[in-house]
């Protein structure tokens, strides 16, 4: 039997409860049996930001996944040189392990501008989609955008309801600026040290 590998990508700059919980869900409706937490290298759209080296942000999901099973943090786009895009990526763990079936995570947010991305082709050639619907952006409102895609190019969307968790990266790097607490925004275990190294 084919292994199902959710792809969970990503800066994590840094990592937080709601991409955990995003795994999580993911992997519990399509019974998925693995979950890479694959931090970008040099992530394109994000340039002119200040991120913390791959190196650390790696580690910091190391020790965010601790002991959740099937979960493991994944270097794949760290090692690589230059920019990084997700039609590569796709394409190179489907040729590292082609009997696997790749289940590419995002926002379902994203769907809208899916057409506007490197290779939308190429990814949904290697990869089916999981968007979560959340807040505003509900099943019913991401349907059109999944089945355009489906259309277009010939690949699988998957729509699943998400709660709508109000965390990001960036609020959690400002509430450390501005010397507030960041309690249970991260896992427990690496507070201390997202606090110290975003300071």
């Not at 796709?90 to 696997?100: I, S, T, V």
Request: proline share 5%; aromatic share 8%.
């Amino acid at each position: 039997m084919s292994e199902k590998i959710g792809i969970l990508g990503g800066t994590f700059n840094p990592i937080h409860i709601g991409h955990l919980m995003l795994g999580v869900y993911a992997k519990e409706n399509f019974g998925l049996d693995r979950i890479l937490v694959m931090p970008a290298g040099n992530p394109y759209l994000k340039e002119g930001q200040m991120i913390l080296p791959g190196e650390q942000r790696l580690s910091l999901c190391e020790k965010a996944i601790g002991n959740l099973e099937g979960f493991e943090a994944s270097d794949h786009e760290l090692k690589k040189e230059g920019k990084t895009y997700t039609w590569e990526t796709m394409q190179e763990l489907k040729e590292k392990d082609p009997d696997a079936t790749l289940y590419f995570i995002v926002g379902a947010d994203c769907l809208q501008s899916f057409s506007s991305w490197v290779y939308p082709d190429r990814i949904l050639a290697n990869c089916e989609l999981i968007a979560a619907c959340r807040g505003d952006v509900t099943v019913e409102k991401a349907r059109p955008w999944a089945d355009n895609l489906e259309k277009k190019y010939g690949g699988t969307v998957h729509l699943m309801d998400f709660p709508a968790i109000e965390i990001s990266s960036t609020m959690i790097r400002d509430r450390i600026k501005d010397g507030k607490s960041i309690r249970f925004m991260v896992p427990e275990s690496i507070e201390k040290e997202i606090v110290r190294l975003y300071k």
